[in-house]
């Protein structure tokens, strides 16, 4: 059984910057990749961002946050972060990570495991 426990998240302006974390235990030898997806209200769950969670730890964006959100992880491969900088207000939703051990995909139906969620809320 995988428990993915999340911290971070809060109310902050727009331009500030903000970092998530999502701690992985139990049965994790078989992870292929990390990501995090978020729901705003009203809209469905969207992806953000993925690593593989392999050595070389290749990262994918969605293109709202590219350039502006780094996803990584720890040397132990037991943290993924996702550090968010130049915060808009559409950013607002909840986040969540999640785990998978199939290829690196933005479809939700790929992630097998998810975090309980934090909400990111990006005043104006």
Do not use: H
Not at 22 to 39: E, I, Y
């Amino acid at each position: 059984q995988v428990q993915l426990a999340q911290s971070g998240g809060g109310l902050v302006q727009a331009g500030d910057s903000l970092r998530l974390s999502c701690a992985a235990s139990g049965l994790t030898f078989n992870t292929n990749v990390m990501a995090w997806f978020r729901q705003a209200p009203g809209k469905e769950r969207e992806f953000v961002a993925a690593i593989r969670w392999g050595d070389v730890g290749t990262t994918y964006y969605a293109d709202s946050v590219k350039g502006r959100f780094t996803i990584s992880r720890d040397n132990a491969k037991t943290t993924v972060y996702l550090q968010m900088n130049s915060l808009k207000p559409e950013d607002t939703a909840v986040y969540y990570c999640a785990r998978s051990v199939r290829v690196l995909s933005v479809r939700e139906s790929n992630y097998d495991y998810w975090g309980q969620g934090a909400q990111v809320t990006v005043s104006s």
